[in-house]
């Protein structure tokens, strides 16, 4: 026994495979959060006047607001005070350099990721924009896309080179006065990434957007802003991890999509934040906020989560429908274990005519873990015909867990169909010897079961996330069934 | 091949198995008969590593080692295989993958390579059709959704899979229609080899016209109580345990 508590100990804490820091010298702003630092960003990134104004607006807004309680969370107190709001990495001491040069540092750390950001060892098909702490350090195929008319590049970069269109669309579907959380992002907000895909383009490539946090005691605020224009198409990806520490970071970004006539949008997450150590200290408080809106008529847009990192999860992405005929989608599997602790969701608004929206979450708790799915279907008077699925399942692995289901329906339209289904399992000994006895070892058993759970969703991924998300379930859940 | 030597072992702190010895070589067919609570399930279930159960006493070897020092599923690895009374249903999961799974941890317990994907397929169509298990049945999900004649042809199917040395069939002609009984038994005896032995745990002799035993023992109260040829079985069939409790002074 005391082998076998050793074995699990040690498989809890080696699993975290992206746990490790970079060494390089990153130019940190000092701690501390009033309106000198949201100039002192805004200068940084070298903004013209109407984004310091608006930063300033939703700074000023901030500090009339409270922190949200309704999750279903314990979260520790955080001292805004006590975080760093914007470290550079690729600031070098000697000196400023040319855009175009990479230090080979951060080439290297990108690499270990398994993120290559030469264009010559890309996975076929993807372009990167790769963020790290507070800046965009590369964005891969930018002119290849240039060419078809596509915009993929770092926000700031937006700022400067399309300020029409960053002015048109930023806060139009998540607004500073939003929550908590959006407005702190609107004030201190450093990087991510813009996607524009111009009227009846294809996107031939998957985008995808690497964030990763690196300094220590910073905490990083990224918005990411997708137009598609009309008749257009675009799938991306979003993949995020941190350094394994014992001090707690905080993350809290902005995701906005805005989808026109008869265009569609695929938006995956790969959420693997460090997750905190198995007695709960450390790893990344993961507070976000994603909204689209299927703006234009038989527009679709649809949403995929795999989260299995941050210590705390606090994440709605969600859906206006406003384009009659519209289509949104919200799949999702949230795994908690050890002390992890995820308040995840959705909110399908249908405000068109003849809109349909499917919800498939998959809960997995594990440890002393809490999960919670928590979803709002609003059909609002004049939306006829909505149709909504929704489908929340929840396994348990262990007794000490807990999962939670909060479905909030608001119905004002008679011709609506709504429909609800919720089940919650545990995964049984007698499942897991069967396998043992096929020679299965519990471990493996656990991976194989889960992922059968969570196949409807992992379907979704495209393919090379799909088979890494695959591995990260399993992982995230190694040495849960002692 | 299986050395079992005064073997005892419980549940919960009950004694199910007083004491048992057996000893089975290669090639050969045991059948274990008797009434029920006798403790044939339980020592189906301690020869394979199941954790609800704990041994208190006694030592089994198999082809010289020691098989209660194995972890469940290096006991697999090792060839023993044993055919659930109930398979479990894992939903999500196909046979598929839940074999290959199975069939590489095994190759690679024994320092082998995994097998390529086709060389996979290619060895569970052959394997299916020793149990007319169809094409769609092992695209499934692990028994999810199969009768129970299904059920106990996938328990085969895997028995053919990953060719064990020693094979204990529970009770596996319970639930089966006769059609569905010999399809189970012409797998098994398919798999037959000179090398391999298989221990039948049964109620009824119906089972044994199809697999042939050579030896039949009675379990009883968790002891051995009886040992004789294949025509105990006919015996037992026609004057049903009581007689044999009668034998033990009750």
Known sequence: ?482 | MLKIKDLHASIDGKEILKGINLTVKPGETHAIMGPNGSGKSTLSSVLVGNPSFEVTQGSVEFMGKDLLALAPEDRSHEGVFLSFQYPVEIPGVSMVNFMRAAVNEKRKYHNLPALSASDFLKLMREKRKLVELDNKLASRAVNEGFSGGEKKRNEIFQMAMLEPKLSILDETDSGLDIDALRIVADGVNKLKTPETSNILITHYQRLLDYIKPDVVHVLYKGKIVKTAGPELALELEERGYDWIKKEMGE
């Open chain 1, 1 to 482: 026994m005391e082998e076998a508590n050793k074995y699990v100990k040690q498989l809890t804490q080696e699993k975290y495979k992206y746990g490790f820091t970079t060494d390089i010298h990153t130019e940190v702003i000092e701690k501390g959060l009033n309106e000198d630092v949201v100039r002192l960003i805004s200068e940084k990134k070298e903004e013209p006047e109407w984004m310091l104004e608006f930063r300033l607006k939703a700074f000023r807004h901030w500090l009339t607001l409270e922190m949200p309680t309704w999750p279903h969370l314990r979260i520790p107190e955080i001292d805004y005070q006590a975080i760093s709001y914007y470290a550079d990495p690729t600031k070098k001491k000697d000196g400023p350099k040319s855009l175009d040069e990479v230090d080979p540092e951060l080439i290297k750390t990108f690499d270990k990721l398994g993120i290559p950001l030469q264009e010559r060892l890309a996975l076929s098909g993807i372009a990167v924009d790769a963020v790290m702490d507070s800046v965009s350090v590369k964005t891969t195929f930018k002119e290849s896309l240039r060419e078809k008319g596509i915009i993929f590049c770092s926000f700031s970069e937006a700022v400067r080179e399309h300020p029409e269109l960053v002015r048109k669309y930023m806060g139009s579907v998540v607004g500073y006065r939003d929550n908590f959380y959006a407005a702190l992002n609107s004030a201190v907000f450093s990087d991510g990434s813009f996607v524009y895909i111009p009227k009846g383009v294809r996107c031939p490539m998957e985008l995808s957007t690497y964030f990763r946090i690196n300094a220590i005691n910073t905490g990083q605020f990224e918005r990411t802003l997708i137009v598609a224009e009309d008749d257009s198409y675009v799938s991306y990806l979003e993949g995020c991890t941190a350094p394994q520490r014992d001090e707690n970071q905080l993350h809290a970004a902005i995701v906005e999509i805005i989808v026109n006539d008869r265009a569609e949008v695929k938006y995956s997450t790969v959420q693997n934040w460090y997750p905190g150590d198995a007695n709960g200290k450390g790893g990344v408080y993961n507070f976000v906020t994603k909204r689209g809106i299927c703006k234009g008529e038989s527009s679709k847009l649809s949403w995929t989560q795999v989260e299995t990192g941050s210590a705390i999860t606090w994440k709605y992405p969600s859906c206006i429908l406003s384009g009659d005929n519209s289509t949104a989608e919200f799949y999702s599997v949230a795994v908690t274990n050890n002390y992890q602790q995820a308040d995840t969701g959705t909110k399908m608004i249908h405000l068109g005519k003849n809109t349909s929206s499917t919800i498939i979450s998959k809960g997995i708790s594990a440890g002393f873990s809490q999960n919670s799915y928590r979803g709002l279907v609003k059909v609002a008077e004049k939306a006829e015909n909505a149709r909504n699925y929704s489908e929340c399942d929840s396994l348990l692995l262990g007794d000490k867990c807990g999962a939670h289901t909060f479905p909030y329906i608001d119905i004002h339209n008679n011709t609506a169909v709504v429909e609800h289904e919720a089940t919650t399992s545990k995964i049984n000994e007698d499942q897991i010897f069967y396998c043992n006895q096929r020679g299965i070892s519990t471990e493996d058993a656990i991976g194989l079961i889960v992922n059968g759970y969570a196949k409807d969703v992992i379907n979704k991924l495209p393919m090379e996330f799909a088979v890494e998300a695959q591995k990260l379930l399993s992982i995230s859940l190694e040495g849960s069934v002692g």
